[in-house]
């Protein structure tokens, strides 16, 4: 006689201390404290001065905060909104154009980003612009993969740790459930479980199915 056994033990893997528990914080989702968004250095800044074609585009904010502006010279940017570095510009140009009218847009943000950690399909750093919520950044990781312990995700933000429901934010068809507004700084883990996929299941039984039937030969011969 013969007899085959499988065993399968479910772990997630736990977080390093330091941060303090807050599960289910909803509160930190609502985005009432939403950070306005600043330029900082290392941002690439689209600057456009109206009735001006000769003026260069594009901007890299220096490691002092400020940009290179033809005309005005160097010009203080980081720390402000986009609305208020345009002003600044204007007011810097006034010497040497009549009502200049700026408009300066981030470009790219070297700021503004959020890391998704662990069981998506492209892991890392994204940027984010105005008000992301998690569907967004999910969609830019490529999603969870098969083996997405969904349930254990947690965000980690301002040193404070906090339950990150993902099935009930990608499968509940519910309308009224909102989206997780998400913050510069960030993090998202998605924990792996080692419970197996959809297809490892099927791999799983057809290997039980077969061990079934070559025990009941056995036990069956003449």
């Known amino acids: 006689m013969c007899a085959a056994a499988v065993l399968i033990i479910s772990t997630t893997p736990g977080f390093a201390s330091g941060f303090s528990q807050s599960?289910?914080?909803?509160?930190?989702?609502?985005?009432?404290?939403?950070?306005?968004?600043?330029?900082?250095?290392?941002?690439?800044?689209?600057?456009?001065?109206?009735g001006e074609k000769d003026f260069p585009d594009r901007y890299l904010v220096e490691s002092s905060g400020k940009i290179v502006l033809p005309l005005a010279g160097e010009v203080k940017v980081a720390g402000l909104t986009q609305a208020q570095a345009g002003a600044a510009?204007?007011?810097h140009l006034l010497p040497f154009e009549r009502n200049p009218q700026v408009t300066v847009l981030i470009a790219e943000s070297n700021?503004?980003?959020?890391?998704?950690l662990g069981a998506v399909a492209h892991p890392g750093k994204y940027p984010i612009h105005?008000?992301?919520?998690?569907?967004?950044?999910l969609a830019d990781s490529g999603g969870p993969t098969?083996?997405?312990?969904?349930?254990?995700?947690?965000?980690?933000?301002?040193?404070?740790?906090?339950?990150?429901?993902?099935?009930?934010y990608l499968l509940d068809t519910d309308s009224t459930v909102s989206q997780p507004l998400?913050?510069?700084?960030?993090?998202i883990v998605v924990p792996?479980?080692?419970?197996?996929?959809?297809?490892?299941?099927?791999?799983?039984?057809?290997?039980?199915?077969?061990?079934v039937l070559v025990y009941a030969a056995i036990e069956n011969r003449p």
């Open 23 to 50: 599960s289910n914080d909803f509160t930190l989702f609502n985005g009432a404290d939403y950070p306005p968004f600043l330029i900082g250095p290392g941002d690439i800044l689209t600057v456009s001065v109206y």
């Open 192 to 211: 792996e479980t080692i419970w197996p996929s959809l297809a490892e299941w099927g791999i799983i039984a057809s290997i039980i199915t077969s061990g």
């Open 89 to 91: 510009l204007a007011r």
């Open 130 to 137: 105005g008000k992301a919520d998690l569907l967004d950044i």
């Open 182 to 187: 998400l913050y510069p700084g960030d993090v």
């Open 111 to 116: 700021n503004y980003n959020v890391s998704i």
């Open 146 to 168: 098969d083996q997405a312990a969904l349930n254990n995700a947690v965000l980690i933000r301002r040193n404070r740790r906090i339950s990150l429901p993902l099935k009930q």
